[in-house]
């Protein structure tokens, strides 16, 4: 699949820089959402560019490597955990992306967003902007802002979470729900990296 077809489409229009924006790490019960930004050369080859949720790790981070030493400009940007829990995780999602852009040091014309959502009920995307369903297999910009967006949380994850809090086991599970990080909640309660909002359901069992 040509993943360029979305850019051309936005250059046809007149829009010379044009940045993929994606983000990771909106369902985990614990740490911040994370999203990135991206500005490529046009027309850039990255063989095996692709969604970062279909590729292995190893191959996300040689593909993190790439992009960062050719991308023209590139972003990497969190909304915490404590955002999270005050504005909700659509906003904060918002947040983040648009933190991502802010970052660049290239200001885009366009941004391509993964999704269809531009917007929260407090948060809005201020750079002028199309939502791609499917972006991050659909659009090389895209897909490489979701590279850059997973491999930085699942490193913060690995990195700080995990030093900070080595009892949860976030190294493992990157902060998801799995069954090994219930069972840690229940040994040891929530830490401070904890998503208040997104342990209701863990609340309730408990009770």
Known sequence: MDLWTPEREQWNKGFQVLCGVDEAGAGPLAGPVCAAAVILPRELEIPGLNDSKKLNGKKRE???????????????????????DEIDILNARMLAMQRAIDGLSLKPDMALIDGNRDHGSRVFLETPHVTLVGGDGKSASIAAASILAKVSRDRYAVQELDALYPQYGFARHKGYGTKAHYAALDAHGPCPAHRKTFLKKWEARRL
């Open 62 to 84: 040689a593909l993190y490597d790439q992009i960062t030493a050719r991308a023209e400009a590139w972003s990497v940007a969190f909304a915490t955990e404590e955002e999270i």
